[in-house]
């Protein structure tokens, strides 16, 4: 019997991306201000054999765009990571450091955007443009079956890269939403043939978790759920 083939690796943007136009010009301006950061598009970081993959908004100018690893050197990472490594997603100790060799072991985290955009706030257009390496990354998740959207942007990104209709799939922290393959025979803008399941929550941005909008228990228990659905060393749970 030949081999499988292999699954293919997702396309990621140029160092210097010139697709959108502002970010790429704001990028500039911070490798002057700022030449030891990344100051660039962020890669995703974790396995691509991954079953959960962690959507986020864009970069933040002082985290990802700053280490080059998502969520890493600002608020958001301090409640996304523990939370992961209490689930048993990542292995090691978050520092906020992309050397603090901390481990994805059954998941991936990206950004809809991946380019750190002004007052953190991605244009409609800049999300339209960067969403084919989304399209991309999805498609290269041959084992992928929960995505966790971190905020309504991130959640309609999800929606769009999978050719769904927002309107089928409001945004409401702890949503679950099915997200079931196109029928025989219909076109679908879609990287994957197979079910997914999407879940939403809350940004765990630090203007959140200081309005009290999302707490560390409320997040918690959405990746507890995820688990639930994600045994380890197993298939998705069924309900």
Request: one cysteine or more; charged letters at 20%; aromatic letters at 6%.
């Amino acid at each position: 019997m030949p081999p499988a083939p292999a699954a293919p690796m997702p396309v990621v943007p140029d160092p210097d991306c010139p697709l959108c136009p502002r970010l790429a010009a704001w990028r500039a301006e911070r490798r002057v201000s700022e030449p030891g950061w990344h100051n660039g598009p962020v890669p995703a970081f974790g396995p691509l054999s991954a079953r959960l993959l962690v959507v986020g908004l864009a970069p933040g100018l002082r985290g990802a765009n700053r280490t080059g690893r998502p969520f890493t050197g600002d608020y958001a990472g301090d409640l996304l990571y523990p939370t992961l490594i209490d689930h048993g997603f990542v292995r090691g100790r978050f520092d906020r450091r992309p050397d603090d060799g901390l481990e994805p072991i059954d998941c991936r985290i990206t950004n809809a955007v991946r380019c750190v955009p002004p007052e953190n706030k991605p244009t409609p257009a800049e999300a339209n443009t960067c969403r084919p390496f989304l399209v991309s990354e999805i498609g290269a998740m041959t084992g992928l079956q929960v995505i966790l959207a971190l905020g309504r942007i991130a959640h309609d990104a999800v929606l769009r890269t999978l050719g769904r209709r927002l309107a089928d799939h409001p945004f409401s922290h702890g949503a679950w939403h099915a997200l079931e393959p196109a029928s025989p025979g219909k076109k679908a803008a879609s990287p994957v043939t197979r079910p997914l399941l999407l879940a939403d929550s809350f940004h765990c941005s630090r203007y959140n978790v200081n309005t009290g909008r999302l707490t560390t228990e409320m997040f918690d228990a959405i990746v507890a759920d995820i688990r639930r659905r994600l045994p380890e060393g197993g298939n998705i749970a069924q309900e």
